[in-house]
């Protein structure tokens, strides 16, 4: 049984950073991706980034250069680096995993298993 636990979300001013980080627990031992989906109030959920297990990481192109996305195989944490929010980065981050690699691939929501997420608030 798959379980991903989120933490690390908070309130924050615009310009500012955060950590967040998933404990996976019951996830593969090799051959899987995960990956950090958001949902702003209002809109869809969106993908931010994915990591292969072999190390392999894709960002949104909306993100890229803001977010850093890292996995510590051993302790099957990922995590996820954010600099220079702004308002719009508020909103739900969501941990997920998948069985395959995903190659840059969001692919379809129904092939990942998700946390409950952690809420992202930034203020201006």
């Known amino acids: 049984q798959v379980h991903l636990v989120e933490s690390g979300g908070g309130s924050v001013q615009a310009g500012g950073s955060l950590i967040l980080s998933c404990i996976a627990s019951?996830?593969?031992?090799?051959?899987?991706?995960m990956a950090w989906f958001r949902q702003a109030p209002g809109k869809e959920r969106e993908g931010v980034a994915t990591?292969?297990?072999?190390?392999?990481?894709n960002y949104s192109e909306s993100l890229k250069g803001r977010v850093t996305i890292s996995l510590d195989n051993a302790k099957k944490t990922l995590s996820l680096q954010m600099i220079s929010l702004n308002t719009e980065d508020t909103g739900e981050y969501f941990c997920?995993?998948?069985?395959?690699?995903?190659?840059?691939?969001?692919?379809?929501?129904?092939?990942?298993?998700w946390g409950k997420g952690t809420l992202v608030t930034v203020s201006s």
């Open positions: 019951g996830i593969f031992d090799s051959g899987y991706c």
């Open positions: 997920a995993a998948r069985r395959t690699y995903c190659h840059g691939d969001w692919g379809d929501y129904e092939m990942y298993y």
């Open positions: 990591i292969d297990s072999d190390g392999v990481a």
